[in-house]
C-alpha cells in the first residue's frame, strides 16, 4: 500500500475558531482522516515538538496553519514547521491576513502591559508586578516566550503556498482545499483558495442593489433597524463587501448584519482597507469639504472597521510608533 | 542538589501551557507552577473600537466558545445603552444560548472528555478519540451523536448566521426574528435534544458510577479543595446560563454574596504574578490569601459543579432529579471532588435541552418585534453569562458616541486559574517523594488540571487523543537527567476545551 500524505495542523494566535471548522466536517472529517497520514495535531492528537523535529525536511506534505504570530515561540514553531513540509496553508484570517489579533498592532507591548496588568479596574498590583519573559530564582528560573510589539500574518514570517480564507473557514472551501491537494490538482502557489469576485457581485441582496448608491447619512445597527432584504451600502450601513473576495456562503448577510471583511481582499487588491475606503468614499453625496468631513466623522472607527481582518497586512501594517529624537 | 521537572509541552495546550515543578535537595516538591504563556491584549486594542462591534470583536477570544463572548457582550451592550430587548428577543437568545450549552457540553462529553473513559483507560490512544467511541458504543449511537451536534448547529447557524462567529447580538435585540419554518424544525428537534442528553447521562452512570474505580477516583483527596464557588443564578436562586445574578457560597454552602453583575468590582478583584501571562481572581472580602484552599481564603471556582453548588437546584425538573440524585452519591451540598464537575456538565446539558424545549413550544418566541431602539446615550455596561467553562463577564466604557474608552473581561477559566494551580501543586506535592518520578506523577498532574476542563487565555481547545506528557529532570545547571514519558493512561473524565 503507498504511504498516506503527512498532514499536520498547527495554531499560533487564534481563537479554536479554526479548529471547530475542522470538527464542523462532522461525517467528513473520516474520510479525510482515512487519506491522510496526521503527524501533529497538538489539539487532537499525541505528537510532540520533537517528532516534528526528527522529520526529514520536507517530510509533511502539507502544514494548515492557523493563527497570527504574535509570540516567539509561535515563530519558532512556523519556521520548523516550513522546513519540514512541502506545502504550507494559511488556513484562516489570522494566519492569511492578521486577523482579529491583529487589532492589537493599533497598540503595542507596553500599552497592553500596562492595561493589562496596571490600569483595568479589577486588577489589585500594588506591587506593579507585570509577567516576565525570566522570573524566579534561587534555582527557581520560570520562563515565558517574548510579546512581540507587532502580530504578524504567516507569510510575513515564512513562505506561504496556498491560503484558506475565512473567520472560520467554510466546510466547501476546506473540503475543495483538502481534495485539490490530495489529487495534485492544485493552482499556482500564491493562490487564495476561494473565487476571487467581490462578496457583492454574489450577495442575496444585490438586486436591491440600486445602479448608483448614494449615502447621505451614515447609519449604525445600534440606532437603526434594517431593512432585511435590501442591500446593506444602499441604506447607509458600512458593509465591507465591495472590498471583499466572495466565498463564504455571505453567512453574516443571511444573519441579517453587514459584512466586515473576513474573507480579505479580492485578487489584485493589495490593501483592503484602502479599496474599502475609496469605494465608499465615492458612494457618499456630500458635496463641499465641510459636508465630506461632516459625512466621514459619522463613520465610527473607520480604520477598525476598514481593516478589521487585514490591518498587520496591510501597507501601514502597524500604528506608528513615534520614535523620540 | 535541588532538580526541576519540565512537563512541556503539554500538547493539548501546545504552546499555551507548561507546567513546572521545583524540587529540594531530598527530592521533595517544593513549589510547582502551571504557566500560561499566551496573551492577545483584547482589553486594550478593543479601546477604540465602537461598541456595537464588540459581540463580533470579543467572540474571537474564543472559537470554541464564541457564543459565550458574543452573549456577554450583547448583555454588555443592553446595559451599556440602559435599553431591555422586547421578550421575543430574550426567548431568542436564551433558546440560541442553551442550544449552545447543551451541543458544547454534550460536545465535551463524546468527542472531548469522554474518549477517555469510554474507550477506556488504558485503550491505545489512536482509538481514544470519538472513532473509538462510536466503535466502543455502537454505530447507531456514533451516527446520533455527530447527527446531533450537526443538528444543533445547523439551527443555530440558521438563527444567528454562523455557529463559530455568530452575528446576531445587538444592543435591545437581536438581528433577525424567528420564523415559522425554524420554530417547526425546533420543535421536531427539541424531544431529540433531551432523549439525546438523559440517554447520556445513562451512559455516565453505567460506565462511570458502576465502576467502583471510577467513584474512588473522583471521591480522591487528591482532587478535593474546598473552595469558595460563584456562579448565575435566576430569580429562584436555581441554575441559569444567559441571565441573572451573581452568587457566591463559601466552602459550606452558605451563601456570602448576591449581586448583579454591574457590581462585580465590589466582590472580586485579580492578583498578578511575573511567571505567568494569565492573571488570579479572589474575593475582595477575603483578600489574596496566595494558593490555599479553605474558608479564609479569598480563592473561588466555577463552571459546572460550581454552578450547582452555588444554586438552590436545577431549573428544569428531569435536570432536577439528576441533580438531587449527584449530590445524594457525593455525600451533600456542596460537592468539592473536582472531578464532579464532569457529571455536573451533563446534568445541565439536561437542563439546557429541557430549556430548549420549552421555548420551541412558546408562542412569544415568534414575535417579529425582537428589537428595541436605544434613547439613552451609551456611557458603562457590564454583562455576565454563565459559559460552559464559568462566569464570563465583559465591562465596558464608552463615551457618548459609542466608542469603546475602557475594556474589562474576566472570562471564564481565569477565575479557576488559582485553583488550578493550587491543584498543580498539591498533586505534585502528593506523589512526588524522594525525588522519583514516573507514569503515576505525570497521570496525577494531569488529572489535577484536566478536570478542570481548562481553556487557557480562552484561546486553547482539546480534543480527544492521549494528553501526552513529557516530563524532564533537571539538575542546578538546567542540563536533562533524565526524560519519562508518559505511557499509561487515567480514568479521567473529560479535558479542556
Known amino acids: 500500500m503507498p504511504e498516506k500524505p503527512k498532514v499536520a495542523f498547527y495554531w499560533c494566535a487564534s481563537c479554536g475558531g479554526c479548529e471547530e471548522a475542522v470538527v464542523d466536517l462532522a461525517e467528513d472529517i473520516l474520510k479525510v482522516v482515512e487519506a491522510v497520514d496526521i503527524v501533529l495535531w497538538p489539539v487532537a492528537l499525541d505528537f510532540k515538538k520533537k517528532d516534528v523535529e526528527a522529520m526529514p525536511d520536507n517530510s509533511i506534505a502539507v502544514a494548515f496553519i492557523n493563527g497570527a504570530v504574535r509570540m516567539s515561540e509561535q515563530e519558532e514553531w512556523v519556521h520548523m514547521l516550513r522546513r519540514k513540509s512541502q506545502l504550507v496553508v494559511a488556513f484562516g484570517s489570522c494566519a492569511h491576513l492578521g486577523g482579529i489579533p491583529g487589532l492589537a498592532n493599533f497598540t503595542n507591548k507596553a500599552e497592553i502591559f500596562a492595561n493589562s496588568y496596571f490600569d483595568v479596574p479589577s486588577v489589585d498590583n500594588p506591587g506593579r508586578v507585570v509577567p516576565l519573559e525570566k522570573s524566579g530564582g534561587n534555582g527557581e528560573t520560570l520562563t515565558l516566550p517574548e510579546f512581540f510589539d507587532t502580530v504578524r500574518a504567516l507569510d510575513q514570517v515564512i513562505p506561504v503556498d496556498y491560503y484558506l480564507p475565512g473567520c472560520a473557514p467554510p466546510k466547501d472551501l476546506i473540503m475543495n482545499a483538502v481534495t485539490a491537494i490530495l489529487t495534485g490538482q492544485l493552482p499556482p502557489k500564491g493562490t487564495v483558495l476561494s473565487p476571487s469576485k467581490a462578496a457583492c457581485d454574489v450577495c442575496p441582496r444585490k438586486d436591491s442593489k440600486p445602479d448608483k448608491i448614494e449615502i447621505a447619512e451614515i447609519k449604525r445597527i445600534t440606532t437603526s433597524i434594517p431593512d432585511p432584504e435590501k442591500c446593506f451600502l444602499a441604506q447607509g450601513y458600512v458593509c465591507m463587501g465591495p472590498a471583499t473576495r466572495s466565498g463564504c456562503g455571505e453567512r453574516c448577510i443571511h444573519g441579517n448584519m453587514p459584512c466586515r471583511g473576513c474573507f480579505g481582499p479580492p485578487d489584485g487588491v493589495y490593501d483592503q482597507g484602502a479599496k474599502f475606503l475609496s469605494a465608499f468614499a465615492s458612494l457618499l453625496t456630500a458635496k463641499t469639504d465641510e459636508e465630506i468631513d461632516a459625512l466621514i466623522d459619522q463613520i465610527p472607527d473607520p480604520a477598525g472597521t476598514f481593516y478589521r481582518f487585514s490591518l498587520p497586512t496591510s501597507i501601514m501594517q502597524r500604528k506608528r510608533t513615534r520614535v523620540e529624537s | ?497
Request: glycine share 10%; charged share 25%.
Open chain 2, 1 to 497: 542538589m535541588s532538580q526541576r521537572i519540565t512537563i512541556d509541552p503539554i500538547t493539548r495546550l501546545e504552546g499555551h501551557g507548561k507546567i513546572e515543578i521545583f524540587l529540594d535537595d531530598r527530592g521533595e516538591v517544593t513549589r510547582a507552577y502551571l504557566q500560561v504563556p499566551e496573551l492577545r491584549g483584547f482589553e486594550r486594542f478593543c479601546v477604540g473600537r465602537a461598541a456595537e462591534e464588540m459581540p463580533r470583536i470579543t467572540q474571537r477570544i474564543c472559537g470554541v466558545c464564541p457564543t459565550a463572548h458574543h452573549m456577554a457582550s450583547t448583555r454588555a451592550l443592553d446595559d451599556l445603552y440602559h435599553v431591555d430587548p422586547p421578550p421575543a428577543a430574550h426567548r431568542i437568545r436564551d433558546l440560541f444560548y442553551s442550544l449552545f450549552m447543551f451541543e458544547d457540553h454534550t460536545l465535551h462529553f463524546y468527542f472531548l472528555g469522554g474518549p477517555d473513559f469510554i474507550v477506556g483507560p488504558t485503550a491505545p490512544a489512536a482509538e481514544r478519540n470519538v472513532l473509538g467511541v462510536i466503535a466502543k458504543v455502537g454505530l447507531e449511537i456514533g451516527g446520533k451523536v455527530i447527527a446531533t451536534r450537526k443538528e444543533a448547529r445547523g439551527i443555530m447557524t440558521e438563527m444567528a448566521g454562523k455557529a463559530i462567529h455568530p452575528v446576531f447580538g445587538i444592543a435591545g435585540g437581536v438581528s433577525k426574528p424567528m420564523t415559522k419554518d425554524l420554530a417547526a424544525r425546533l420543535q421536531e428537534s427539541a424531544p431529540g435534544f433531551v432523549d439525546f442528553a438523559a440517554f447520556s447521562l445513562q451512559a455516565f452512570a453505567d460506565i462511570v458510577l458502576k465502576n467502583q474505580a471510577y467513584v474512588d477516583t473522583i471521591l480522591a483527596d487528591h482532587y478535593l479543595h474546598q473552595t469558595h464557588y460563584m456562579g448565575l443564578v435566576d430569580e429562584k436562586r436555581k441554575v441559569t446560563f444567559y441571565r441573572g445574578r451573581v452568587r457566591v457560597v463559601d466552602p459550606f454552602g452558605d451563601e456570602v454574596a448576591i449581586f448583579e453583575p454591574r457590581d462585580y468590582l465590589k466582590y472580586i478583584a485579580e492578583h498578578v504574578e511575573p511567571w505567568s501571562y494569565i492573571k488570579f481572581p479572589f474575593l475582595k472580602a477575603k483578600g489574596w490569601k496566595g494558593f490555599v484552599d479553605g474558608p479564609d481564603s479569598g480563592l473561588y471556582r466555577v463552571a459546572p459543579l460550581a454552578r450547582l453548588n452555588v444554586a438552590d437546584g436545577m431549573a428544569t425538573p428531569r435536570a432536577q432529579e439528576h441533580y438531587e440524585q449527584m449530590y445524594a452519591t457525593l455525600g451533600g451540598k456542596p460537592a468539592h471532588n473536582t472531578l464532579a464537575f464532569h457529571w455536573a456538565r451533563l446534568i445541565e446539558a439536561l437542563q439546557a435541552a429541557e430549556v430548549v424545549e420549552a421555548i420551541s413550544r412558546d408562542p412569544e418566541l415568534l414575535d417579529p418585534n425582537v428589537r428595541r431602539l436605544p434613547t439613552q446615550a451609551p456611557d458603562e455596561g457590564v454583562g455576565i453569562v454563565e459559559a460552559p467553562r464559568g462566569t464570563l463577564i465583559h465591562h465596558y466604557k464608552t463615551d457618548p458616541n459609542g466608542i469603546l474608552t475602557g475594556v474589562n473581561l474576566m472570562v471564564a477559566t481565569l477565575h479557576n486559574s488559582a485553583p488550578i494551580q493550587m491543584s498543580i501543586e498539591r498533586a505534585a506535592k502528593g506523589v512526588i517523594h524522594g525525588g522519583k518520578v514516573d507514569d503515576g506523577l505525570l497521570n496525577m498532574v494531569e488529572m489535577a488540571f484536566r478536570a478542570y476542563d481548562p481553556c487557557f487565555g480562552c484561546a486553547t481547545h482539546s480534543l480527544p487523543g492521549e494528553m501526552p506528557l513529557v516530563a524532564r529532570i533537571h539538575d542546578n545547571d538546567g542540563s536533562v537527567v533524565r526524560t519519562i514519558t508518559r505511557g499509561g493512561e487515567v480514568p479521567e473524565l473529560g479535558t479542556g476545551s
